[in-house]
């Protein structure tokens, strides 16, 4: 008997020695997680949050109940004071900028400077903030206050009453409990084995790109307690910081060895989320592309019929695109030199201007991992010589910015290199659809879609509706962009990151990217083929008519997107150890038998072939 109190003595010891601890660390993770659930959005809580939060609770109680008592009480005040700070700042995220702690908060804040903390403290941490989410975390932490006061203090009182109370009961039925104990805990802990299992492979990515994947997939961990958010969020920026490192040190070595600037003007336009089969362009029975029709009938167009995209995913799409790296190369894409980088050491001047990859709180993982590298102030310094600094509802907003910019140029009297590269990052057509378009600019009704008997939930043709109408706005931009060029001696190079799965006559319908489904000819018919076009202005067209009818006598080849730098490299003219005639898709060389590989998965070619 003796052994099986010694046995009950252990499971109830982690309690028994940290019962203040247990109490109001399960409390404050309880009310922290409550407190980041958007019910407006009809989230809800974790279903096992209650469960696994004793599960930590308990674990953490138990390893200080192994500390001699100084050591105990030293460790439960660094607990404490990490748990309420890390809280408090989640919780303050949350209400302040509509986001929980993520990778891209604390990215910010490792860049905020003294002088920015204190603005940042004087201007957004007032005393409103007592009435919102962020009070009940405060609250708790001055209960606890008041608590540890009324204990220490020695002084009669009803909390020490109860406290005595409390501790008396439990030391008269210690043996009694240890069993109900154990089998909660158990309980817990089976309940929460899968999540807890899920974190685990989260935390354990070799990669941002690695963990970016995971988190397409459905069970990759629920983040409900703000010092997941906070682990997780300095796990991934851990994980940037090492590409970040390499792409250092491979900036520090980019050459060129010439330069003729073959086109004075090159402005490449990367769209988001585009469904080919939404694109007049391409054969569409609405007429969601008109001004590109246009241009095309007056022979300013050329569109590439056979084009891809190596990923589904915007910021894998962005690393293999900026870098030099191509899909079947040696190492990674940070190995290799970004090719912005390599236009400026060639002599143009290169401006970016981006409506999705700017740092601002409320950035998901997905655009914190296309955008890292881009961000860095180093690389950012690297790459371009101008940039935006807000992002904007519309994309046709940018075109305001870019004036501004060459209105800044010509003041500073920086127009004197001898070619321009001008990239435009668009928001396109991103989720979600309706507000990709002013509601004075929507043509498409939802009634136009009468014929499509198949979608029998009046939502799916709110979708297809509300993603034309974006197409159609997009077509204006484009076209809006290629006017400012059309009296320069200007070639523009259209392309979006990836497609987009709206509603097709295949079931089961669907919208957005299945991202962690098996590629079948649906998926890469419906994601994984692109628009893309080039256009050239008149004076471009009659000074070069040879590299205009190579343009056009390429239309027809296969192509992947991540050979894009090869491209630009031969357009504008640049030689260097990092341009590959194979991957030029203008080039004799060229080779149109290279396995356009999806996802590192699928060979494109042999699955449509089957």
């Known amino acids: 008997m003796s052994k099986?109190?010694?046995?009950?003595?252990?499971?109830?010891?982690?309690?028994?020695?940290?019962?203040?601890?247990c109490f109001f660390m399960y409390a404050l993770c309880m009310v922290s997680a409550l407190c980041t659930v958007k019910y407006e959005w009809k989230q809800e809580l974790y279903d096992y949050a209650w469960c696994e939060t004793w599960v930590w609770v308990y674990a953490a109680a138990a390893l200080l109940a192994l500390l001699p008592l100084t050591a105990r009480r030293v460790a439960r005040g660094?607990?404490?004071?990490?748990?309420?700070?890390?809280?408090?700042?989640?919780?303050?995220?949350?209400?302040?900028?509509?986001?929980?702690?993520?990778?891209?908060?604390?990215?910010?804040?490792s860049e905020t400077d003294t002088r920015e903390a204190g603005e940042f403290l004087s201007q957004y941490v007032t005393a409103d903030i007592l009435a919102t989410n962020v009070g009940w975390v405060l609250l708790v932490l001055l209960l606890h206050i008041l608590w540890s006061m009324t204990r220490l203090s020695g002084i009669p009182h009803i909390l020490s009453r109860i406290a005595e109370g409390v501790t008396a009961f439990f030391s008269r039925r210690r043996n009694w409990l240890a069993v109900p104990v154990a089998i909660a805990t158990v309980a817990c802990l089976l309940f929460s084995?899968?999540?807890?299992?899920?974190?685990?492979?989260?935390?354990?990515?070799?990669?941002?790109?690695?963990?970016?994947?995971?988190?397409?997939?459905?069970?990759?961990?629920?983040?409900?307690?703000?010092?997941?958010?906070?682990?997780?969020?300095?796990?991934?920026?851990?994980?940037?910081?090492?590409?970040?490192?390499v792409l250092r040190e491979v900036a520090e070595t980019v050459v060129t060895d010439s330069c003729s600037f073959?086109?004075?003007?090159?402005?490449?336009?990367?769209?988001?989320?585009?469904?080919?089969?939404?694109?007049?362009?391409?054969?569409?029975?609405?007429?969601?592309?008109?001004?590109?029709?246009?241009?095309?009938?007056?022979?300013?167009?050329?569109?590439?019929?056979?084009?891809?995209?190596?990923?589904?995913?915007?910021?894998?799409?962005f690393k293999l695109m900026m870098s030099t790296y191509a899909v079947g190369d040696k190492g990674d894409w940070c190995d290799y030199p970004l090719f912005c980088e390599v236009f400026r050491k060639a002599g143009y001047h290169v401006t970016f201007l981006t409506n999705e990859f700017l740092p601002q709180p409320k950035q998901q993982v997905f655009d914190f991992s296309g955008g890292f590298f881009i961000n860095d102030p180093q690389l950012s310094d690297r790459q371009f010589d101008k940039r935006n600094t807000r992002l904007h509802i519309f994309d046709a907003?940018?075109?305001?910015?870019?004036?501004?910019?060459?209105?800044?140029?010509?003041?500073?009297?920086?127009?004197?290199?001898?070619g321009n590269l001008t990239i435009f990052h668009l928001i396109g057509q991103h989720q979600e659809y309706r507000l990709r378009c002013p509601n004075s600019r929507r043509k498409f009704k939802v009634e136009d879609y009468a014929e499509r008997t198949d979608l029998t939930n009046p939502r799916w043709k709110r979708n297809l509706c509300a993603y034309d109408n974006a197409t159609l706005y997009n077509d204006s931009v484009v076209a809006a962009i290629t006017g400012m060029f059309r009296e320069k001696d200007a070639i523009v190079i259209y392309m979006p990151d990836h497609g987009e799965e709206v509603h097709s006559r295949e079931l089961p319908h669907f919208f957005g990217r299945m991202h962690s489904t098996k590629i079948v000819k649906r998926l890469a018919r419906e994601e994984f083929e692109i628009p893309f076009w080039i256009w050239a202005s008149p004076a471009y067209r009659k000074q070069r008519p040879e590299l205009w009818a190579e343009i056009r006598r390429s239309a027809a080849l296969p192509y992947m997107t991540d050979a894009i730098p090869h491209l630009l490299?031969?357009?504008?003219?640049?030689?260097?150890?990092?341009?590959?005639?194979?991957?030029?898709?203008?080039?004799?060389?060229?080779?149109a038998k290279r396995p356009r590989i999806m996802k590192r998965q699928v060979d494109y070619d042999v699955l449509m072939n089957e």
């Not at 004036?403 to 500073?412: C, G, K, L, N, T």
């Not at 504008?572 to 004799?588: E, K, T, V």
């Open 4 to 21: 099986l109190s010694k046995i009950f003595s252990l499971i109830t010891a982690p309690i028994a020695r940290n019962p203040e601890f």
């Open 569 to 591: 490299f031969y357009l504008a003219g640049i030689h260097c150890p990092y341009y590959r005639p194979d991957l030029n898709i203008l080039s004799p060389e060229y080779n």
């Open 262 to 317: 073959r086109s004075p003007e090159i402005v490449f336009i990367i769209g988001e989320a585009y469904s080919k089969r939404h694109s007049q362009l391409y054969g569409y029975e609405r007429p969601t592309t008109p001004r590109q029709v246009e241009m095309q009938r007056r022979g300013e167009l050329v569109a590439f019929t056979d084009v891809i995209s190596p990923w589904n995913l915007t910021s894998f799409v």
């Open 193 to 245: 084995f899968a999540n807890l299992k899920a974190m685990h492979t989260l935390l354990s990515m070799k990669t941002i790109g690695d963990v970016e994947h995971r988190l397409t997939e459905k069970k990759h961990g629920e983040q409900y307690l703000p010092l997941y958010r906070a682990v997780f969020s300095v796990y991934a920026n851990r994980l940037t910081a090492k590409q970040v490192d």
């Open 397 to 418: 907003e940018l075109l305001a910015d870019y004036r501004m910019i060459e209105e800044e140029r010509e003041a500073e009297g920086d127009t004197l290199q001898k």
């Open 78 to 109: 660094i607990i404490y004071t990490v748990c309420y700070v890390v809280s408090t700042v989640d919780v303050y995220c949350f209400v302040k900028f509509d986001s929980a702690l993520n990778p891209s908060i604390l990215m910010l804040m």
